[in-house]
């Protein structure tokens, strides 16, 4: 699939960029290989900046050590390796918040507080500007904010998750009428600011501020931004100094609703040191060496060398007017306000006009003799159709919509029979085929005619790409960036990843009871180790909690009338084994000392008949503990509290075997113990576990040892009930050997307890070191971007959204380009045969666009893409789309053949959108949006990887 609908795609279109779904590493890794490369422009990551702590999944900083947001290194040094310069797409990656008019707690009626992932309004404004400035330097070309609003709360939607993504939009929902939340401001002034703007160092990347350089793609600083990598609600502030040749001139803060001025850093120009007051909020320091202040803003307002222009001016200066919807890209605004529209015509009969170039003009042909032409005074919104498009079609913006089968820019030319499938080009009622299909109407044969990279031929157009600064004339930007590689057919995730140090050989797994201790290091977090049940008497081979555990092994410690060995008496084993005490004096009897003098929570004995315990107090007063009554009985018994003792001694009156004597001195632990099989530098963990369902842990603490003997606490408070991954970051590295998981159980409650996984990672962290700062080619302005739906959350049509009001036009200001979810089963029903985009309904009077004896050939027969992404494009946001299916679209079994249904359906969505093939809506084309979500995708690599190839 994969592999078809990247071949599809840039056969009809080689400049519509192709980039496969977002998968995580390890999947996506395991369903692309070298030959997806040829025909992909780039890698998709979906990354979010989550960590494990004792409220479950929480939504974190950007900068913090443990976010899930640098696994994106993982992306960096796989490129780096097999493509380099390839660029890097994060397509989904933002924060829940409150603001808008909407809060995160859960629907009426349902309990509980606000979902974990949910930041505060202001946090979620700081962390998108703070979140753009680090994946810019982590070298990544898009940044896509997932969502553009806020979606409903339903009683059914909290149980499914919880909230997640209910409040991730940078406006509020439909129902809280759309709203601007703080985020979407403070992109906007990001954008207007330092939008052309690039990431180029980092003077410091510390816990104690974080201090990078803006400027251009030659090195050349302009400006410095600088803050303090903590939560976005916190007042903290601190002072840092640091050596930067340059002097500060103005300054301001990023992440605030308005442009706001700060103050400037004092500089010493003897030693060019700056000491800068920072805090959550970052603040942009202009270098003098930038005429910030130099330009004049006619109709606008100057921020640090950029106009911002006042509504209804345009340019560097805003001395331009603007013009009515940008002409609805079919023309070229004037500085007056008006439009001169462009000249078109119609190559291929189906109603897509092209524009034409200068020399088209000056040669017979449709431009020069029955050019297709746009009315200025609509601002080039309507058009001039010929002759009435013949009573064949109805003239509309996008000029003559013929009627079905019927073609050109007048519709003038007959039908061809089932319009040649989509398969070819009718000319005026004979269509010519394209190579691989056949027949009068280009039908599809019975074996598909597209099945192998044999039946393919190379562009004859390269296209002019850039790779590491060098121009490439090729497919894509993959087949640039792996040319001169030495890459392999197929890639191995572990190459890029950084190991936990618990899933190194040598490790060995130990547990205080239960099975399976080995689950906590087998990378499953669905697999777990379970104790058995420390009470009443599961603790008897435990030896944290046992105090007499093998107690009798050391020579003096146990005394008695035994003839025998007493090491049967604290072995553990109160069924096979056991001490014989004789009758001496007219009694019979055992003494164990204790290690310490100890206050004893509870003390086990099992005998073969009548006897009595006793325990030996500090000022040497022996007292009765209890009498045993039930010959072969296990008994426990609960000393007084306050009481401490140095021994104990089990009494009787006759002969007698005792099986059993066991003392702890506190309540029940049990624990798992990882050996790392050598000492190391442990500065991450990342533990799930679980205290069973009816709370049967009072706590759960992390331990380590060098020796296995002397613990130490490494982090403590943890929620025994938390069940989900809790991640922390340890307050300073520790060297150690073992690392050990306790739970301490609630006196008397029998129940076991879990622990799935055990990961730790040294300095580095789960990601391994930061990515080598680099000059970002693409500009803060080009970076940011937002993930959309057609009609914005209204339920019409972009193109019938009145100018000015919501929609597209309202995300512009902080977003250069807006990705679509484009579904695959509202196209076609029937993945095996193209969607024939060029039979969709025309535009009309109903936010649905029917018109009267027209009804889109798409299953959903309203539908009309170019009603949405025209609209898209005239607010000035580049297109991309994201081409979702999953099984609940379309059956796995259904496919035909993947790799042709990929390369069909990707031909044809680049012939009708592409950049210079199609309409010129659509610059990117991603092959699914998550294509393994759990439940409905496409788990078999193979089908998805032929999908993706065949597509591209």
């Known amino acids: 699939l994969l592999l078809g ?164 939009g940078l406006v509020s929902s439909q129902a809280a009428r759309f709203q601007n939340k703080q985020a979407l401001y403070a992109l906007e002034v990001f954008a207007a600011t330092l939008g052309q703007t690039h990431f180029v160092g980092a003077v410091q990347e510390t816990s104690a501020g974080y201090v990078y350089l803006l400027g251009t793609t030659d090195n050349t600083p302009t400006h410095v931004v600088a803050w303090l990598p903590v939560d976005g609600d916190s007042d903290a502030t601190s002072t840092i100094s640091f050596t930067l040749s340059g002097v500060p001139s103005n300054a301001w803060y990023l992440g605030l609703p308005t442009y706001t001025a700060a103050p400037n850093p004092t500089y010493s120009s003897a030693s060019s040191t700056w000491t800068i007051m920072i805090s959550a909020v970052p603040t942009v320091v202009a270098l003098t060496s930038v005429a910030w202040n130099t330009v004049t803003c006619v109709n606008g307002v100057n921020h640090n060398g950029t106009c911002q222009c006042a509504s209804g001016w345009r340019g560097p200066t805003c001395a331009a007017k603007t013009c009515p919807d940008n002409c609805w890209q079919r023309g070229t605004c004037q500085d007056d306000g008006t439009c001169k529209c462009d000249t078109y015509w119609s190559p291929d009969g189906a109603g897509e006009y092209q524009r034409c170039r200068p020399e088209n003009l000056l040669s017979a042909g449709n431009c020069r003799d029955t050019p297709a032409k746009f009315d200025p005074a609509s601002g080039c919104y309507l058009s001039k159709c010929p002759n009435d498009c013949g009573g064949h079609g109805t003239c509309t913006s996008s000029g003559c919509v013929c009627d079905v089968g019927y073609s050109g820019s007048a519709c003038q030319l007959l039908p061809c029979p089932f319009n040649c499938r989509s398969h070819g080009v009718c000319n005026n009622g004979t269509c010519a085929c394209r190579p691989g299909f056949v027949g009068p109407s280009c039908e599809w044969p019975s074996s598909a005619a597209v099945t192998s990279l044999s039946t393919l031929t190379a562009c004859t157009n390269g296209l002019p790409f850039t790779c590491n600064g060098v121009p490439c004339s090729a497919l894509s930007r993959g087949d640039c960036a792996t040319r001169g590689q030495s890459v392999t057919s197929t890639f191995n995730p572990a190459d890029y990843l950084v190991p936990s140090l618990t899933s190194l050989a040598g490790v060995i797994v130990t547990a205080s009871s239960g099975g399976s201790p080995a689950s906590v290091i087998d990378g499953n977090a669905n697999t777990a180790w379970q104790s058995g049940q420390c009470y009443p008497n599961g603790y008897l081979t435990n030896p944290v909690v046992n105090i007499l555990l093998n107690a009798c092994q050391t020579a003096g410690v146990c005394t008695g009338t035994s003839t025998g060995s007493y090491t049967g008496l604290t072995d553990g084993d109160y069924i096979n084994t056991n001490v014989g005490l004789a009758l001496s004096g007219g009694q019979a009897y055992v003494q164990v000392q204790l290690p310490t003098a100890t206050a004893l929570a509870a003390v086990f004995v099992k005998t073969s008949g009548p006897a009595t315990l006793y325990g030996l107090l500090t000022d040497g007063t022996w007292v009765s503990l209890g009498a045993i009554t039930t010959a072969y009985s296990t008994n426990n018994f609960e000393p007084s509290s306050g009481q401490t003792f140095t021994a104990l001694k089990v009494t009787a009156s006759t002969s007698i075997s005792v099986f059993e004597l066991s003392a702890r001195a506190g309540a029940c632990v049990e624990f798992v113990t990882v050996d790392l099989g050598a000492v190391q530098t442990v500065a991450f963990l990342s533990v799930r576990h679980w205290a069973g369902s009816n709370g049967g842990a009072a706590s759960t603490v992390y331990q380590g040892s060098v020796d296995g003997q002397a613990w130490t606490t490494l982090a403590s408070g943890a929620s025994p009930q938390l069940l989900g991954t809790l991640d922390v970051e340890l307050p300073s590295p520790v060297t150690i050997q073992y690392i050990r998981v306790s739970h301490v159980l609630v006196e008397k409650t029998a129940a076991a307890v879990y622990v799935w996984e055990i990961n730790a990672w040294g300095t580095g962290g789960p990601n391994g070191p930061a990515i080598a700062p680099a000059v970002n080619p693409v500009s803060f302005r080009d970076l940011l971007g937002v993930d959309g739906i057609w009609g914005w959350g209204t339920n019409s049509f972009s193109s019938s959204l009145s100018a000015g009001s919501y929609g597209p036009s309202t995300f512009a200001g902080a977003a250069k380009h807006a990705r679509n979810y484009h579904n695959w089963n509202w196209d076609s029903s029937n993945p095996n045969f193209p969607p024939a985009y060029d039979r969709m309904v025309a535009p009309g009077s109903t936010d649905f666009g029917i018109i009267p004896g027209h009804s889109s050939a798409l299953p959903q027969d309203w539908l009309n893409w170019d009603n949405e992404y025209t609209a898209w494009r005239a607010a000035g946001l580049e297109v991309d789309v994201s081409f979702q299916f999953t099984t609940a679209m379309f059956s796995p079994s259904l496919f035909t053949n993947p790799y042709a249904a990929g390369y069909g359906t990707g031909a044809a969505f680049a012939r009708h959108f592409g950049p210079t093939a199609g309409t010129g809506d659509v610059s990117t084309l991603e092959v699914g949006n998550e294509p393994y979500i759990g439940g409905v995708g496409f788990s078999d690599p193979a089908l998805y990887g032929g999908l993706l190839l065949g597509m591209a």
């Open 5 to 168: 609908m990247a071949q599809g795609a840039k056969a009809a279109d080689p400049a519509l960029r192709v980039l496969p779904g977002a998968f995580s590493f390890t999947d996506a890794l395991a369903r692309l290989n070298s030959t997806h490369l040829k025909y992909l422009d780039g890698f998709n990551v979906h990354a979010y900046s989550w960590m494990g702590t004792t409220q479950g999944t929480t939504g974190i900083w950007p900068e913090h050590n443990m976010s899930s947001l640098h696994q994106i290194n993982a992306w960096t040094r796989f490129r780096d390796a097999v493509a380099p310069g390839l660029p890097i797409y994060l397509t989904e990656w933002g924060w829940d918040s409150a603001g808008g008019g909407e809060d995160c707690n859960p629907p009426p009626g349902v309990p509980g507080g606000p979902f974990p992932q949910c930041v505060s309004e202001q946090a979620q404004a700081l962390y998108a500007v703070r979140g753009a400035l680090v994946i810019a330097r982590k070298g990544l070309s898009r940044a896509t904010w997932y969502f553009y609003g806020n979606t409903a709360v339903t009683t059914t939607s909290w149980s499914q998750a919880k909230g997640l993504f209910a409040r991730s």
